[in-house]
């Protein structure tokens, strides 16, 4: 079993800058992708970005893509998700993701359902 635990949220205002941490722990030997999905008041999960634990190939949603970036700590089993240029349409509760299924391939996984485990979620807040 694998628990993921968030954490840096906050409110910033427009312009500004955020760093997000998503630390693991149980069976994390099996995990071989790590993704960040937000979700805004009264809409879906939305996919932000995702890493391979090995290679650390990386792929963005278009809409944080050049501001956004992603890495991590093998050693501390953490992912991180820094946040530039923040926007209020960037407001949202974002989670990390997990994927243990199956086994490393070059698809992208975009969606929530291709994940196996999740954390609670700490909310961003991007003033005007």
């Known amino acids: 079993q694998v628990q993921l635990a968030e954490s840096g949220g906050g409110l910033v205002q427009a312009g500004g800058s955020l760093r997000l941490s998503c630390a693991g722990s149980?069976?994390?030997?099996?995990?071989?992708?790590m993704a960040w999905f937000r979700q805004a008041p009264g809409k879906g999960r939305e996919f932000v970005g995702a890493?391979?634990?090995?290679?650390?190939?990386?792929y963005y949603a278009d809409s944080v893509k050049g501001r956004f970036t992603i890495s991590r700590d093998n050693a501390k089993n953490t992912v991180y998700l820094e946040m530039n240029i923040l926007k209020p349409e960037d407001t949202a509760v974002y989670y990390c993701?997990?994927?243990?299924?199956?086994?490393?391939?070059?698809?992208?996984?975009?969606?929530?359902?291709?994940?196996?485990?999740w954390g609670q979620g700490t909310q961003v807040t991007v003033s005007s």
């Open positions: 993701a997990d994927r243990v299924r199956g086994t490393p391939t070059q698809a992208l996984r975009m969606t929530p359902d291709e994940y196996d485990y």
């Open positions: 890493i391979n634990w090995s290679t650390g190939w990386r």
């Open positions: 149980g069976r994390t030997f099996s995990s071989y992708l």
